[in-house]
């Protein structure tokens, strides 16, 4: 739960894997538009979790493909 800085008071749950206690005061961001759905927490995580991980697994095949790492049956 925040309150934005038009005073509104906003929950919303987030999938985080940083440890927060209920009642720890925490940075989000949020489009004042869209209070409810656009929040997140501000962290490296929160903000390029995902971006980040998608990012990786995308270099990880290439890498494999670039050096011609071949199937279980060896095609």
């Known amino acids: 739960?925040?309150?934005?800085?038009?005073g509104?008071?906003?929950?919303?749950?987030?999938g985080s894997w940083s440890s927060l206690q209920v009642g720890?005061?925490?940075a989000v961001r949020y489009?004042?538009?869209d209070l409810q759905f656009s929040a997140t927490i501000d962290?490296?995580?929160?903000?390029?979790g995902?971006?980040?991980w998608l990012g990786s697994m995308a270099?990880?095949?290439l890498l494999a493909g670039i050096r011609g790492v071949p199937f279980k049956d060896g095609r």
């Not at 739960?1 to 038009?6: D, E, G, P």
């Not at 962290?43 to 390029?48: D, K, N």
């Open 1 to 6: 739960m925040f309150v934005s800085q038009s």
């Open 8 to 14: 509104q008071t906003v929950e919303f749950r987030t």
């Open 24 to 26: 720890q005061p925490i």
């Open 31 to 33: 489009r004042p538009s």
């Open 43 to 48: 962290t490296f995580f929160g903000l390029y």
């Open 50 to 52: 995902l971006p980040a």
């Open 59 to 61: 270099a990880l095949c």
